[in-house]
């Protein structure tokens, strides 16, 4: 039996994740995803109204981010979820705003990224198309990545 160089525990035949055990894999990643929230926090998602010295800003580029609208409506055989509590369909409000959220933080992602520390010019926008015989309903946001000196 293998043991975990992380914190000596005995590695079940089937557990080893990279060489740690799967208790270990799992805090591993944990970190890791408590790490990139960090990360996206530092990022600043100004309003248009936001007054900025040009002087203090650099311009990172675009960055973009999709969202695949069947993966918060559709369950895995492709049925439109239902909101169980009161027999009607999906809550829209909570929908959009569960895409918003997912396409801002990797908006955000993207953004830290390549070095910046804000975004401007952010837009989101519903589109479809006809992919494979059938329509798919997607959400696009784009945005600039700045980094601001003085926040």
């Known amino acids: 039996m293998d043991t975990c160089p ?3 525990e005995e590695i079940l035949f089937g557990e080893l994740n990279g060489g740690v055990c799967s208790d270990c894999a799992h805090m591993e990643l944990k ?3 408590e790490e990139r929230i960090a990360q996206l926090a ?13 002087r203090a800003i650099e311009t990172l580029g675009m960055v973009s981010a999709r969202c695949d609208l069947a993966d918060y409506l559709l369950d895995q055989t492709g049925v439109l979820i239902l909101d169980h509590a009161s027999g009607t369909n999906v809550d ?3 929908t959009r705003a569960l895409v ?3 396409l ?8 830290y990224d390549k070095g ?3 975004l401007i010019d952010v837009r989101i926008d519903a589109r479809s198309k006809i992919m494979d015989g059938a329509l798919k309903a997607f959400q ?11 926040v």
Do not use: K
């Not at 530092?42 to 040009?54: A, G, K």
């Not at 801002?104 to 953004?111: K, N, T």
């Not at 696009?140 to 003085?150: K, L, P, Q």
């Open 6 to 8: 992380n914190c000596g």
């Open 31 to 33: 970190a890791e995803a």
């Open 42 to 54: 530092t990022v600043t998602v100004l309003e248009d109204h936001d007054e900025l010295d040009p």
């Open 92 to 94: 829209w409000v909570l």
């Open 100 to 102: 918003t959220d997912t």
């Open 104 to 111: 801002i933080d990797a908006l955000r992602g993207e953004a």
């Open 116 to 118: 910046a520390n804000a």
């Open 140 to 150: 696009v946001a784009t945005a600039e990545a700045i980094r601001i000196d003085d």
